[in-house]
């Protein structure tokens, strides 16, 4: 009687479960664009929404009043119990977020007598005034005159001629900060003023004279022997920089304005994301370039595609993720297979063909000048700055479906995406999002560099996605140094608990999720030492309710390891592919993880999440893909069914 009971018992969960796939699918299916591909919502911090609104007013544009309120009501609900605004939902104060907000809610028609404004200020003041802000923040501030360009670091736009064996070039620090930084030291150099009509100002929020600060206190991160070093360059060169001839001055912006205009990507935006979108309109501005000069109308237009609008709020994504979102989607889908999955994939995974670039050598190649192009960007458009995570997952896809559906049309794509990534690996063995050997660490200690993000230094989540993809194509330890190379990184990267850091997902338990995949790919054993502690730290932190969450403070500087946080369907959807790459399908801990999220798909088939479970910059800037609860989930619950219903019970992809 037992016996037919569990029986019975086993067909009922099979049923649940095949139900929640099919809805989970159809609701996938029914977001996809009409050209094939799927885009979701990238949604980012209160800071990005807020400059977009002081931009707008800092170039004197005719005011919108109804997106400006609808702005406003997205910064208000953001707002923190603190009284301040987070870097994440339920986040911690953070002060250059809360004084962008507060300065932009000011400006939209805010009374600073407003009990939400009342509460912002007590909080900025009682953790000692906006001095505390970044320096991203002091120059905006500068820009509006609340602060005197005696409060931000000198950047003097010379910079962009020094030569390559330099201590300091362009081509020693990430794409992004790149990017930011070449129309940012142009507006350094010119000191425009903010047009500013409705002359609002945010003196209230300091403790002294705004006018009065000086330069950041020392970041926790900096070391204080080159953040002193560095701090004696800048007070030198703000002495000597007003006495640099002006013929080399108007070199180095012409200069500037050179990498600008190659790299201007129509639409799209230098660098396909915000900062230096806004930064070269600004630029332009204030070389006296009016709203019709073709590249800062066309870059103007660029910013306003990143608007999400809906009817009560409205918010500025940071840059779009289109291919991202379609390659994931696409893998979800295929391995929940069936009529209607496997062509929708299909579709997508044909959208992306053209999105390769084959021509460009962008930025990369200095490092790598003999390196032919072949990779995929996050964005729509952004021939200068491939990544090397949406090609290797790119890659995957497509490897997958021609493999187990015998589709054509994609070897040449798979062929030149692999050979670009073999020729990104940097010398330690790691692979990085965007560049090559970008290891000048002492560069995080100058001024410039409050945030600690200036570099793009190999990472073990985009590591195991290279040795991912080079796997699924046949590649061992044995038979290719770059997976035995790659494989020895993750090794000594490893934490003393079991787990991996993960750069851009949030955190450990993203990071662990994509070395276990790329070391079952790759062929390290199941029983080996690694893997055992990895798989057995995942089971240990899972959530009494059978999900998974990790909070972004586990980013700290002071290391800690994971930092317990509520459930989230992608974290969850994270461990449970984690542990089944692992071989663990019937741990009872995936069992608990399956119903979890069985219990909180919601009536459209897919999920709800609040909280951010990716990251942009690690303490300094968090994203929320509304993708993620979409298409993890199904693809873990899909990959569950698959290999219950399979005798090897092992993975046989790269993700």
Not at 160 to 169: A, I, M, N, R
Not at 254 to 283: Q, S, W
Not at 375 to 391: E, I, M, R, S, V
């Amino acid at each position: 009687m037992d016996s037919v009971n569990a029986t019975s018992r086993e067909a009922l969960e099979s049923k649940v479960l095949e139900s929640s796939i099919a809805s989970a699918t159809e609701g996938v299916i029914g977001l996809q664009q009409a050209d094939g591909h799927w885009v979701f919502e990238l949604e980012a911090d209160c800071t990005i929404p807020a400059e977009y609104v002081l931009l707008r007013h800092y170039l004197a544009e005719p005011v919108d009043t109804a997106l400006e309120a609808k702005i406003a009501n997205y910064l208000r609900r953001v707002q923190g119990a603190h009284g301040g605004w987070p870097l994440v939902h339920d986040g911690a104060f953070d002060m250059s977020a809360s004084v962008k907000a507060y300065f932009a809610l000011k400006m939209i028609g805010d009374s600073v007598d407003a009990p939400h404004m009342v509460r912002a200020r007590e909080a900025i003041h009682s953790r000692g005034g906006a001095i505390n802000s970044n320096v991203f923040t002091r120059f905006l501030l500068a820009t509006f005159g609340v602060v005197t360009w005696r409060a931000v670091p000198v950047l003097p736009i010379e910079i962009v001629l020094l030569p390559f064996w330099s201590p300091f070039h362009l081509n020693k620090i990430s794409y992004w900060a790149r990017t930011t930084m070449v129309p940012l030291m142009v507006i350094a150099a010119l000191k425009p003023l903010a047009r500013n009509p409705k002359g609002v100002g945010i003196d209230e929020l300091f403790l002294q004279d705004p006018r009065s600060i000086g330069m950041t206190a020392k970041a926790p991160h900096q070391s204080m022997a080159w953040f002193v070093l560095f701090r004696a360059l800048d007070a030198i060169l703000r002495v000597v920089e007003p006495m640099f001839p002006k013929r080399l001055r108007k070199r180095a912006i012409d200069a500037a304005l050179a990498f600008t205009e190659e790299r201007l990507n129509g639409e799209d935006g230098m660098g396909a994301i915000y900062p230096p979108m806004a930064n070269i309109v600004m630029m332009y501005d204030a070389l006296g370039k009016d709203e019709n000069f073709p590249p800062r109308a066309i870059t103007r237009r660029g910013i306003d595609k990143l608007l999400v609008i809906k009817d009560d709020e409205a918010y500025c994504q940071p840059c779009v993720s289109p291919v991202w979102d379609t390659t994931l989607t696409a893998h979800a889908l295929l391995e929940a297979g069936g009529d209607k999955a496997v062509p929708a994939a299909k579709q997508g995974l044909d959208w992306l063909i053209p999105k390769q670039e084959l021509e460009v050598k962008g930025d990369w190649a200095v490092k790598r000048p003999d390196v032919r192009p072949g990779g995929w960007a996050f964005q729509y458009n952004n021939a200068h700055y491939p990544d090397l995570d949406d090609t290797a997952v790119v890659v995957m896809s497509m490897d997958r479906m021609r493999r187990e559906h015998g589709a054509t049309g994609y070897d040449a794509a798979i062929d030149r995406g692999r050979e670009w990534i073999e020729g990104m690996q940097s010398d330690d063995g790691g692979w990085a999002a965007f560049d090559v050997n970008n290891l000048e660490y002492y560069l995080n200690n100058i001024p410039f560099s409050d945030h600690g993000a200036l570099l793009d230094p190999p990472t073990e989540d985009v590591t195991a996605r290279c040795i991912s993809m080079l796997a699924q194509l046949g590649e061992t330890e044995k038979s290719s140094k770059h997976v035995a190379d790659g494989v020895a990184y993750l090794r000594k990267t490893q934490h003393p608990e079991g787990s991996w850091y993960g750069r851009w997902g949030m955190n450990f338990i993203y990071g662990t999720w994509s070395v276990l995949c790329a070391l079952n790919m790759a062929g390290v054993r199941h029983d080996d030492p690694m893997i055992r502690k990895a798989a057995g730290w995942l089971a240990s932190i899972q959530n009494q309710d059978g999900g998974w969450g990790e909070d972004a403070v586990s980013y700290r500087l002071d290391y800690k390891g994971w930092e317990a946080a509520p459930s989230t369907a992608s974290q969850t959807a994270w461990a449970l592919l984690a542990l089944m790459a692992a071989g663990e399908v019937d741990h009872p801990a995936v069992a608990r993880g399956v119903e979890y999220l069985i219990a909180t798909q919601n009536k459209k088939g897919l999920w709800d999440e609040q909280r951010y479970t990716a990251t942009g910059f690690p303490r300094v800037f968090y994203l929320r893909y509304h993708g993620y609860p979409k298409f993890f989930p199904l693809w873990a619950l899909a990959r569950y069914r698959n290999l219950r219903n399979t005798n090897s019970r092992v993975v046989g992809v790269g993700m």
